[in-house]
Antibody
Framework: QLQLQESGPGLVKPSETLSLTCTVSGGSISSSSYYWGWIRQPPGKGLEWIGSIYYSGSTYYNPSLKSRVTISVDTSKNQFSLKLSSVTAADTAVYYC??????????????????WGKGTTVTVSS | EIVLTQSPGTLSLSPGERATLSCRASQSVSSSYLAWYQQKPGQAPRLLIYGASSRATGIPDRFSGSGSGTDFTLTISRLEPEDFAVYYCQQYGSSPPGYTFGQGTKLEIK
């Protein structure tokens, strides 16, 4: 059974860089069927997609965060990572990693996030 | 950027009742790119519906999705105690590529 686990510091100082890693177990990150992504949720608020990566390293990011975000993949470790620079208190959130699955039916592509990590809380504070 | 607006913000119902949750897009969305998620306190979201109307693996048949274009609906036919949670719709847009979520509907026990 595929599992995702987020890891990284729970406290980051303002203006510094937030760094998180998602470890994939029970399956390969190099599968051609999937993208891997990061989603966050500020306290008491809704979900915000941050960005996604393919095992080849191809990425796409939320335009509102693009200037500060880097997502990378390490297939040898079955991990992908998030870096968010110049953080402020507004970046305080639970950060989730998730797998984006897809199927094709009669030529139509169906996309969905079907496996999620449990989330890790990151607080930005001095 | 496509904006998803969910209504109502909060829905108060009793177990056994029918719940109807709405998700309206600011412009037309491909049905194959529309998904619904359930989130309980302290937990990660769980995929319920993809392709606007297909249930994910293991999801009970009391959950159903419908809609097309700009209007989508999640229906829970007979509420069970474990269904009280927050529900999010999500869409994938291809230009630029990316995902957006609705702001969520909280389904609470009346």
């Amino acid at each position: 059974q595929l599992q995702l686990q987020e890891s990284g510091p729970g406290l980051v100082k303002p203006s510094e860089t937030l760094s998180l890693t998602c470890t994939v177990s029970g399956g390969s990150i190099s599968s051609s069927s999937y993208y891997w992504g990061w989603i966050r949720q500020p306290p008491g608020k809704g979900l915000e997609w941050i960005g996604s990566i393919y095992y080849s390293g191809s990425t796409y990011y939320n335009p509102s965060l693009k200037s500060r975000v880097t997502i990378s993949v390490d297939t040898s470790k079955n991990q992908f990572s998030l870096k968010l620079s110049s953080v402020t208190a507004a970046d305080t959130a639970v950060y989730y990693c998730a797998r984006r699955g897809s199927i094709t039916i009669f030529g139509d592509y169906y996309y969905y996030m079907d496996v999620w990590g449990k989330g890790t809380t990151v607080t930005v504070s001095s | 950027e496509i904006v998803l607006t969910q209504s109502p913000g909060t829905l108060s119902l009793s177990p056994g009742e029918r719940a109807t949750l709405s998700c309206r897009a600011s412009q037309s969305v491909s049905s194959s790119y529309l998904a619904w998620y359930q989130q309980k306190p302290g937990q990660a979201p769980r995929l319920l519906i993809y392709g606007a109307s297909s249930r994910a693996t293991g999801i009970p048949d009391r959950f159903s999705g419908s809609g097309s274009g700009t209007d989508f609906t999640l229906t829970i036919s007979r509420l069970e105690p474990e269904d009280f949670a927050v529900y999010y719709c999500q869409q994938y847009g291809s230009s630029p590529p990316g995902y957006t979520f609705g702001q969520g509907t909280k389904l609470e026990i009346k």
